[in-house]
């Protein structure tokens, strides 16, 4: 099932949304939006509360995606993206074959 798991169950070792991650390519681009979502709340001093007012994006929803508890989609992150001014979605195909994991088996697509 590819979207069975959340995003924080490829955690291999550490705390979300800092962790290491198992190599699956979604869960990492979801840990780079939650740390993103995280640095421009907290740089811009803003509460899920807040940020949920200012985006239209429910309370909820914005602290499941910081938790890695969802798979955010691609609505949530451009209405977060705006309401901050910043992008969140990360630069994830100009990443060195270090940081990206390698391809799923077709099976497994």
């Not at 907290?42 to 899920?48: F, K, P, V």
Request: glycine share 8%; proline share 7%; aromatic share 6%.
């Amino acid at each position: 099932m590819r979207r069975g798991t959340r995003p924080c169950g490829y955690i291999a070792s550490g705390d979300w949304p800092f962790a290491k991650m198992k190599a699956h390519r979604g869960a990492e681009v979801a840990q780079a939006v939650a740390r993103a979502l995280a640095q421009a709340m907290e740089g811009q001093g803003l509460s899920a509360n807040a940020l949920a007012k200012r985006s239209g994006v429910n309370r909820q929803v914005v602290t499941n995606v910081l938790n890695g508890t969802v798979w955010p989609d691609l609505l949530t992150v451009v209405d977060l993206e705006v309401a901050l001014g910043v992008p969140l979605w990360p630069d994830h195909l100009q990443w060195t074959s270090e940081e990206l994991p390698a391809p799923r088996p077709e099976s497994q697509a």
